[in-house]
């Protein structure tokens, strides 16, 4: 992570602490180096990817404060449900909060019991030591009523960003009334919006953010379709990064990006060219979303000699899976259409879920795996408990399964490592 320019004065007028944020970046360049730079093989196009990681903080975050000072909102989302469309239709930008580093987990531990998933400590870990400049840089948080983690812990946290909290209210079933209170928060989400952008989001500017952000997806949806070659011509590590930067870069900027990377992709597909033989065993991930800079294990699966080739995760295959209709003439009948592909989302927060041991499922068939990964984070009780009935699902269909549950911290790593290892070598024998 270069910082050529001098950000700290942007950093100092956000509010950041200087002293704690340079240790944060410091940590952050080193892992970055260590698991991605370190990588042999990589597409050209990955190039545009690690400059944007070495501007996360830096390059994206003015552009952020530069979009404000022309009168943009910026949007900050903890969920994939939160419609980055009607973001983009109020004349704003939609960023992702959801963070994925060990850091201010004892400061965090003083609002949150030590018993709660690592994510949620990390985003409080952020707040409280002042360090993430996307959060700082936000006129609306969005919060998501899905788990009880998440739900409980953002009482305390819209306390300490007073004026700047928006709790969106989640049904839990995917039945007729839980469509009907998912339509009743995105009205209100644009009413929100609304009042913030003091734009009124008409049916073309939203039929514009659709296609923007279809766009998108599709960018992704066709990197997901060619890992599925034999041999992949990209790794796990690298196809998750461009993942996660989908929900902190400008979307069309990344889409062409992505596109970029794509057609080269491409031409390795049609080579025969991979990032590693063809005999690599091949795996897919499955769990919970694995935020920047959440690499732990996929580090540790591809150091071991596996090759990842899909992700069943909101970062990955579920939260991007499905295109929103931009059909009707009315904002009501867009609404229906955000809420017919949103309600495809199968998160473990549902009850039942059972589409998304079948989408796993499906992702690995297509993805050819050897075998799946299904990784929780500890205290994730969702995700923890879906996770035997997916097993059984996915091995049904002839793929062994690996549970694993971890947390942000190094401790685990050997003993993850062994076991990681070990399933490499069944898978590939
Ligand atoms: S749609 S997965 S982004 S809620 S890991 S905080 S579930 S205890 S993140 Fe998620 Fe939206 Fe669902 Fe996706 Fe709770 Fe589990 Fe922690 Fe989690």
Redesign the pocket.
């Known amino acids: 992570m270069t910082n050529t320019p001098d950000y700290r004065p942007m950093w100092t007028e956000l509010g950041l602490d200087l002293d704690n944020h340079d240790a944060l970046l410091d940590a952050l360049g080193q892992l970055y180096s260590d698991t991605y730079l370190s990588q042999a093989n990589r597409p050209e196009g990955m190039g545009y990817f690690d400059f944007v990681m070495g501007e996360v903080h830096g390059l994206r975050i003015k552009e952020l404060v530069d979009a404000r000072a022309q009168g943009k909102i910026v949007v900050g989302a903890f969920?994939?449900?939160v419609p980055e469309e009607l973001v983009l239709a109020a004349n704003g930008i939609c960023v992702g909060l959801c963070a994925g580093a060990d850091f201010g987990t004892e400061e965090a531990e003083r609002y949150l019991p030590r018993n709660t998933?690592s994510?949620?400590k990390s985003f409080f870990g952020f707040a409280l030591e002042k360090v993430c400049p996307y959060l700082q840089a936000s006129d609306l948080v969005v919060g998501?009523n899905?788990?009880d983690?998440?739900k409980k812990a953002y009482e305390i946290f819209q306390g300490m960003i007073p004026g700047q909290f928006m709790a969106l209210d989640m049904p839990n079933t995917k039945s007729a009334d839980g469509r009907a209170v998912l339509k009743k928060a995105y009205v209100e989400l644009i009413e929100k919006l609304e009042e913030l952008s003091g734009t009124t989001i008409t049916v073309e500017a939203l039929k514009d953010a659709i296609g923007v952000v279809n766009a998108k997806r599709r960018a992704l949806h066709r990197l997901s379709a060619l890992r599925q070659a034999v041999p992949a011509p990209i790794s796990g590590l690298d196809a998750l990064l461009a993942n996660q930067v989908a929900f902190y870069d400008d979307p069309q900027r990344f889409t062409s990006s992505v596109e970029t990377l794509c057609d080269e992709l491409d031409r390795r597909v049609e080579q025969g060219e991979g990032v590693v033989p063809a005999s690599t065993p091949r795996i897919v991930m499955s769990g919970?979303?694995m935020a920047v800079p959440n690499w732990k294990l996929p580090a540790i699966v591809e150091a071991s000699g596996a090759v990842i080739v899909g992700e069943e995760s909101?970062i990955g295959d579920r939260?991007q899976q499905n295109l929103v209709s931009d059909e009707g003439g009315t904002i009501d009948a867009l609404i229906d259409n955000l809420v017919d592909r949103y309600f495809t989302?199968d998160?473990?927060?549902f009850t039942p879920n059972p589409d998304r041991a079948e989408h796993a499922s499906a992702i690995a068939d297509g993805a050819r795996a050897d075998g799946v990964i299904h990784y929780a984070?500890q205290?994730?009780s969702?995700?923890q408990i879906e996770a035997p009935m997916l097993e059984t699902a996915v091995e049904r269909g002839g793929t062994p399964v690996l549970r694993i549950d971890t947390d942000y911290s190094a401790e685990d790593v050997e003993q993850l490592r062994t076991r990681v290892e070990a399933f490499v070598e069944q898978i590939g024998g």
Do not use: D, R, W
């Open positions: 969920c994939v449900f998933c994510l949620i998501e899905t788990c983690g998440k919970c979303p909101c939260g989302i998160c473990a927060v984070l205290f994730c969702p995700y």
